[in-house]
């Protein structure tokens, strides 16, 4: 119950020529390797996306103690 043998992997090939049929195969294969680019290139963009993002965040800090207003307290006490 190991590895299979050189025997195994000809028998799974044939199985699949005979259910894919022999043109169908490069146009899976090629389906697979377009989406294995495109997963890897969304996976940067969002690396790029993340790494620019805490720069981002800095330059757009508001001063909010000059738009808040304190309420007066009027120092005259009432009795």
Do not use: N, R, Y
């Amino acid at each position: 119950m190991g590895t299979f043998s050189m025997g195994h992997w000809l028998v799974i090939l044939a199985v699949v020529v005979l259910l894919f049929g022999a043109k169908k195969i490069p146009e899976l294969a090629k389906g697979f390797g377009q989406g294995i680019k495109d997963f890897k290139k969304a996976i940067k963009e969002d690396e790029e996306a993340t790494a620019v993002a805490p720069s981002e965040k800095v330059e757009s800090k508001v001063d909010v103690t000059a738009s808040t207003t304190v309420p007066h307290v009027d120092e005259k006490k009432s009795v």
